[in-house]
């Protein structure tokens, strides 16, 4: 069976996952509220006002190395004994959503590493905004694990 790497990031697929997360970015950024929200909703606006592709071109850039953090999440949904693709796709789903704190983490070492080779304006951006990432990431956490299930 394909990494969940390989499935993200198949020929025909990896656009079509790309902008599901951006949908997904999308629909989290507009439920955020108060200050915290003021400056996601910020710094979104700000970077994709310079570049109107930056969500979907990071998200892409990043979906190879997403995929390799969260494979131990797909090798036990398939090593469950899941033979039908619908069945490893709800257990997959479940495990992310089974432990939100754990796959928040996951996810948010992988644009830690990243993020020291971005412009200068990211970098601060991304600065101001992950002391918070974790809350916001996990609370994403039931979504992106829908969104991604359907990919696997």
Known sequence: MPSLEDRLTAE???SRVARACCELV??????KRG???VGIKTALKLVTAVRPRFVEDV???LLPEFGRALEPYYARSIADGAAEQSIVADRFRAALVASPAATADVLLRVTDRRVDTAAPAVRKAYARLRSSAQRHV???VPDLAAT???FV
Not at 26 to 31: D, G, L, S, W
């Open 59 to 61: 998200v892409s850039r």
């Open 35 to 37: 200050l915290a929200g």
């Open 12 to 14: 025909g697929t990896r």
């Open 26 to 31: 999308a629909r989290q950024v507009q439920t």
């Open 138 to 140: 996990e609370a994403a």
């Open 148 to 150: 991604l299930a359907d």
